[in-house]
């Protein structure tokens, strides 16, 4: 199976806006479903977002709904997450990877493959 690559992150003033990217060597529509997760510091990992590659469903932890969009780009065999209106509290390490379709809460989200290096999100002034 192909790997994913995360890059995109960077430092952002809060109430700035940043796209990760999340990018198959292979195709992306090989993936069941590919989620987003970040890793803040002295936190554990957590699941912020998650795209069902057979419907096109999205699912959004409830602290970045309506702030943060996933989508798809299939000739780009990329998933991009968009962040709007981000606060000190989205810093963080931002992974992603093929995950399961979460069930009622985003804490349902599993990891299907490894996991890759990540892209830093840092929000401050």
């Known amino acids: 199976q192909s790997q994913l690559v995360e890059s995109g992150g960077g430092l952002v003033q809060p109430g700035g806006s940043l796209r990760l990217s999340c990018a198959a060597s292979g195709s992306i529509l090989d993936y069941y479903a590919i989620g987003w997760f970040r890793q803040a510091p002295g936190k554990e990992r957590e699941g912020v977002a998650c795209l069902n590659n057979r419907d096109g469903s999205t699912y959004y932890a409830d602290s970045v709904q309506g702030r943060f969009t996933i989508s798809r780009d299939n000739a780009k065999n990329t998933v991009y997450l968009q962040m709007d209106s981000l606060p000190a509290e989205d810093t963080g390490l931002y992974y992603c990877?093929?995950?399961?379709?979460?069930?009622?809460?985003?804490?349902?989200?599993?990891?299907?493959?490894?996991w890759g290096q990540g892209t830093q999100v840092t929000v401050s002034s």
């Open positions: 990877a093929e995950t399961t379709v979460p069930f009622f809460t985003m804490s349902t989200m599993s990891p299907l493959g490894p």
